[in-house]
């Protein structure tokens, strides 16, 4: 069965970091990796994305508008887990964050960073900024 675990959230004040990981009982390296995030009674939004390290794309991770400057994805396929790194955080960061798995794109992130595209998820992991 494949799975994809997050890991992470948590409460932290406005201005702090947290890092998020996504692990999997499958091989990740092959495979686009996203990040979404679901706030309540919203929709859910790409926060990022990361190809296989096998694409020339590896290099140039996507983002969404409320991520860029300040979150950082990356990957390590030896330890075959994602991450989402976290920095300046504010209250309206504050959401269910999932990783998910795209089979369907295969090892590049889909443009836009649809999550329609992605075919194996998380359960999400709580990020809550507040002080």
């Known amino acids: 069965q494949l799975q994809v675990v997050e890991s992470g959230g948590g409460l932290v004040q406005p201005g702090g970091s947290l890092r998020l990981s996504c692990a999997a009982s499958?091989?990740?390296?092959?495979?686009?990796i996203g990040w979404f995030r679901q706030a309540p009674g919203k929709e859910r939004e790409g926060v990022s994305c990361?190809?296989?390290?096998?694409?020339?794309?590896?290099?140039?991770?996507t983002y969404g508008d409320s991520a860029k400057g300040r979150f950082a994805i990356s990957r390590d396929d030896d330890q075959n887990t994602i991450y989402l790194q976290m920095n300046s955080l504010k209250p309206e960061d504050t959401a269910v964050y999932y990783c998910?798995?795209?089979?369907?794109?295969?090892?590049?992130?889909?443009?836009?960073?649809?999550?329609?595209?992605?075919?194996?998820w998380g359960q999400g992991t709580q990020v809550t900024v507040s002080s």
């Open positions: 990361i190809s296989s390290i096998f694409a020339a794309a590896y290099r140039s991770p």
């Open positions: 998910a798995v795209t089979r369907r794109a295969g090892p590049l992130c889909p443009d836009p960073n649809d999550a329609r595209e992605f075919d194996v």
């Open positions: 499958f091989r990740l390296d092959v495979y686009a």
